[in-house]
């Protein structure tokens, strides 16, 4: 499996970025998709995920502003950003996980997200 992710850029408090993140490869063996970002002398962490069938969870931190959505149709996963804050700037990154007998994590490059105050 291979994570595309594009979208990140600069943005100033208050407004909206969209990230997207195209799969390709063995996409059928993917259960969830989510976003993970890293902060600068922060550890990664989860942003949101996805299931397969839809169900959604957010971190504390981003509940409500910001909204998680998949096209299994195209293979892509978006993450939504709205009322960005500046801690919100990080470097964001595309995760898809495959469960079963062989779990495995799979990751795109990461996109940079800077929200100025």
């Known amino acids: 499996v291979q994570l595309q992710a594009s979208g990140g850029g600069v943005a100033q408090a208050g407004g909206s970025l969209r990230l997207s993140c195209a799969a390709s490869?063995?996409?059928?063996?993917?259960?969830?998709m989510a976003w993970y970002r890293q902060a600068p002398g922060k550890q990664r962490e989860l942003v949101a995920v996805?299931?397969?069938?839809?169900?959604?969870n957010y971190a504390d931190s981003v509940m409500g502003r910001f909204t998680i959505s998949r096209d299994n149709a195209k293979n892509t996963v978006y993450l939504k950003m709205d009322s960005l804050k500046p801690e919100d700037t990080a470097v964001y990154y595309c995760?898809?996980?495959?469960?079963?007998?062989?779990?495995?994590?799979?990751w795109g490059q990461g996109t940079q997200v800077t929200v100025s105050s």
């Open positions: 995760n898809a996980y495959r469960a079963g007998t062989t779990p495995y994590d799979y």
């Open positions: 490869g063995d996409v059928s063996s993917i259960n969830t």
């Open positions: 996805i299931s397969n069938s839809g169900i959604t």
